[in-house]
């Protein structure tokens, strides 16, 4: 599956993400892993999307 697949079941604003799609805000993957960032998940910054990869030429 490519870029241009929205999966409605994960909305996202990562354009910088090579897995963002390309036409909306959502996430063209299938699944994806969240984690924390530490051992501190008090916080919404503590957790990450670990399935995130940066789009060639783009960081
Ligand atoms: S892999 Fe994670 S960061 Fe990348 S588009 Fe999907 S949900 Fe967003």
Redesign the pocket.
Known sequence: MGTEFA?KA?????EN?????CCAD????EK?K?GARDNDTTKLHCTD?????PKQGCC
């Open positions: 999966n994960i909305e996202c604003s990562i993400c090579k897995h963002h799609c959502y996430c063209s993957l994806i969240v999307c670990q399935s995130f990869a």
